[in-house]
Protein backbone atom coordinates (compact mmCIF):
# COMPACT_ATOMS: atom_id res chain seq x y z
CA UNK A 1 0.00 0.00 0.00
CA UNK A 2 3.18 2.47 0.43
CA UNK A 3 5.13 2.95 -2.17
CA UNK A 4 9.07 4.48 -1.50
CA UNK A 5 11.00 6.25 -4.08
CA UNK A 6 14.52 7.88 -2.99
CA UNK A 7 16.65 9.97 -4.94
CA UNK A 8 19.86 12.39 -4.50
CA UNK A 9 22.50 9.73 -4.16
CA UNK A 10 25.70 10.09 -6.42
CA UNK A 11 29.47 10.60 -6.16
CA UNK A 12 30.41 12.70 -3.74
CA UNK A 13 34.26 13.80 -2.56
CA UNK A 14 35.27 13.59 1.31
CA UNK A 15 34.48 16.36 2.89
CA UNK A 16 31.67 17.28 0.74
CA UNK A 17 27.66 17.28 1.42
CA UNK A 18 24.66 15.49 0.29
CA UNK A 19 20.96 15.43 0.29
CA UNK A 20 18.84 12.57 0.25
CA UNK A 21 15.33 12.30 -0.59
CA UNK A 22 12.24 9.98 -0.18
CA UNK A 23 8.95 10.60 -1.04
CA UNK A 24 6.23 8.13 0.05
CA UNK A 25 2.51 7.38 -1.75
CA UNK A 26 -0.22 5.54 -1.13
CA UNK A 27 -1.79 5.20 2.19
CA UNK A 28 -0.23 6.90 4.25
CA UNK A 29 -0.96 7.02 8.10
CA UNK A 30 -1.09 9.97 10.17
CA UNK A 31 0.89 7.93 13.17
CA UNK A 32 4.26 6.24 11.30
CA UNK A 33 7.97 6.25 11.66
CA UNK A 34 10.46 6.96 8.28
CA UNK A 35 13.63 6.85 7.61
CA UNK A 36 17.33 6.10 6.87
CA UNK A 37 19.12 2.98 6.35
CA UNK A 38 22.61 2.41 4.57
CA UNK A 39 24.35 -1.23 3.64
CA UNK A 40 27.87 -1.32 2.55
CA UNK A 41 29.11 -4.56 0.54
CA UNK A 42 29.66 -7.09 3.26
CA UNK A 43 28.05 -5.48 5.93
CA UNK A 44 24.40 -5.54 7.59
CA UNK A 45 21.80 -2.65 6.39
CA UNK A 46 22.38 -0.59 9.53
CA UNK A 47 20.21 2.77 10.70
CA UNK A 48 21.60 6.01 9.56
CA UNK A 49 18.15 8.00 11.16
CA UNK A 50 14.70 8.21 11.49
CA UNK A 51 11.90 10.47 12.65
CA UNK A 52 8.69 10.03 13.70
CA UNK A 53 5.35 12.07 12.51
CA UNK A 54 5.28 13.93 15.29
CA UNK A 55 8.98 14.92 14.50
CA UNK A 56 11.04 13.24 16.83
CA UNK A 57 14.16 11.80 15.18
CA UNK A 58 17.02 9.23 15.75
CA UNK A 59 20.46 9.10 14.97
CA UNK A 60 22.77 6.30 14.84
CA UNK A 61 26.63 7.20 16.44
CA UNK A 62 27.87 7.01 12.62
CA UNK A 63 25.52 10.40 11.68
CA UNK A 64 25.41 12.47 15.02
CA UNK A 65 26.88 16.28 13.93
CA UNK A 66 27.04 15.40 10.06
CA UNK A 67 23.90 14.05 9.22
CA UNK A 68 20.33 15.71 9.90
CA UNK A 69 17.07 14.09 9.32
CA UNK A 70 13.70 16.03 8.28
CA UNK A 71 10.57 15.59 7.34
CA UNK A 72 7.59 17.33 5.29
CA UNK A 73 3.99 15.79 5.95
CA UNK A 74 2.05 17.42 3.72
CA UNK A 75 4.28 15.70 1.20
CA UNK A 76 4.90 12.59 2.88
CA UNK A 77 8.67 12.76 2.25
CA UNK A 78 11.62 12.50 4.28
CA UNK A 79 14.90 14.30 3.91
CA UNK A 80 18.43 13.37 4.98
CA UNK A 81 21.23 16.06 4.53
CA UNK A 82 24.63 14.29 4.82
CA UNK A 83 27.72 16.92 5.48
CA UNK A 84 30.94 16.12 5.93
CA UNK A 85 31.00 12.75 4.46
CA UNK A 86 33.38 9.94 5.03
CA UNK A 87 34.59 7.30 2.86
CA UNK A 88 33.00 4.49 5.00
CA UNK A 89 29.60 6.56 4.32
CA UNK A 90 29.75 5.07 0.86
CA UNK A 91 26.33 2.67 0.77
CA UNK A 92 23.58 1.91 -0.47
CA UNK A 93 21.09 4.17 1.44
CA UNK A 94 17.54 2.75 1.82
CA UNK A 95 14.56 4.52 2.96
CA UNK A 96 11.84 3.10 5.00
CA UNK A 97 8.37 3.69 6.09
CA UNK A 98 6.36 1.85 9.27
CA UNK A 99 3.00 2.51 10.06
CA UNK A 100 3.13 2.62 14.22
CA UNK A 101 -0.68 2.83 14.49
CA UNK A 102 -2.68 -0.75 14.75
CA UNK A 103 -0.87 -3.15 13.15
CA UNK A 104 2.89 -3.02 12.39
CA UNK A 105 3.68 -2.44 8.68
CA UNK A 106 7.33 -1.73 7.11
CA UNK A 107 7.91 -0.60 3.82
CA UNK A 108 11.44 -0.17 1.90
CA UNK A 109 12.45 1.85 -1.05
CA UNK A 110 14.45 0.40 -3.57
CA UNK A 111 17.93 2.51 -2.45
CA UNK A 112 20.11 4.96 -4.19
CA UNK A 113 23.75 4.80 -4.17
CA UNK A 114 25.89 6.79 -2.35
CA UNK A 115 29.48 6.84 -2.83
CA UNK A 116 32.26 9.00 -0.97
CA UNK A 117 35.62 9.50 -3.32
CA UNK A 118 39.10 9.76 -1.23
Known amino acids: QVQLVESGGGLVQVGGSLRLSCAAS????????MGWYRQAPGKQRELVAD???????NYADSGKGRFTISRDNAKNTVLLQMNSVKPEDTAVYFC????????????WGQGTQVTVSS
Open 26 to 33: GTIFRLNT
Open 96 to 107: KYERTFLRPEVY
Open 51 to 57: ITSGGIS
